[in-house]
């Protein structure tokens, strides 16, 4: 069975602080891939990063950056410099080969970021 | 932009009332989900289709949901007779899925609000 962990339920910052979403995950395929979706207020959940199992560099994107660590099964997403626009609930999520096409959430942490 | 679209955006309906929610996932795409969010569950699935078959409703109760697709721009969740539990955000998704690539981010439409009193 796969579970994925995101123990920070609600964040709160001011602007331009850097923040880091917590996501640690469960699996016992060594083969699988890792997602993190945005859902802004408007309520739809956007693709940001997807990251597979063999891949352990890490990713940047703009202000968005991907820490992989396979040794602690986590893989954190970090803001830089954030921005009021940057408050959203943000999902973690894992899809293994043997789960065929089905995504596991985790539970979303909601960041709040203040002007 | 493509966009999978659903309708509609909000239901309020009475407990006992039949609901339909629809879903046209993006053209191309070959792999349907339904996900129902609440504060409770979180994001969970009801079920998907590949090529408009259901490969998995386990997470749907069979006796009030029923899904379907009737072609390949339609997804349809219905639940009879809705029940106050049943409220919820439901969101369709759409990707596209190969036997040897499963790993196709899915793409939401921007959900169903449903309020059963």
């Known amino acids: 069975a796969q579970k994925v962990t995101q123990a920070q339920t609600e964040i709160s910052v001011v602007e331009k602080e850097d923040v880091t979403l917590d996501c640690v995950y469960e699996t016992r395929d060594t083969t699988y891939y890792l997602f993190w979706y945005k859902q802004p207020p408007s309520g739809e959940l956007v693709f940001l990063i997807r990251r597979n199992s063999f891949d352990e560099q890490n990713e940047i994107s703009g202000r968005y950056s991907w820490n992989f660590q396979k040794s602690t099964s986590s893989f954190n997403f970090t803001i830089t410099a954030s921005q009021v626009v940057d408050s959203a609930v943000y999902f973690c999520?894992?899809?293994?080969?043997?789960?065929?096409?089905?995504?596991?959430f985790g539970e979303g942490t909601q960041l709040t970021v203040n002007p | 932009d493509a966009r999978v679209t659903q309708t509609p955006r909000h239901k309020v309906t009475e407990m006992g009332q039949e609901v339909t929610m629809r879903c046209q996932p993006i053209?191309?795409?070959?792999?349907v989900f339904w996900y129902r969010q609440t504060m409770m569950q979180g994001l969970e699935l009801l079920a998907y289709?590949?090529?408009?078959?259901?490969?998995?409703d386990s997470g749907m109760p069979k006796d009030r949901f029923s899904a379907e697709m009737p072609d390949a721009t339609l997804a349809t969740l219905k639940i009879q007779p809705s029940e106050p539990r049943d409220s919820a955000v439901y969101f369709c998704a759409s990707g596209l899925v190969a036997s040897t690539s499963y790993n196709s981010p899915l793409h939401f439409g921007n959900g169903t609000r449903l309020t059963v009193t």
């Open positions: 053209l191309g795409h070959n792999t």
């Open positions: 289709f590949r090529n408009r078959a259901p490969l998995d």
């Open positions: 999520a894992l899809i293994t080969k043997t789960s065929g096409s089905r995504l596991t």
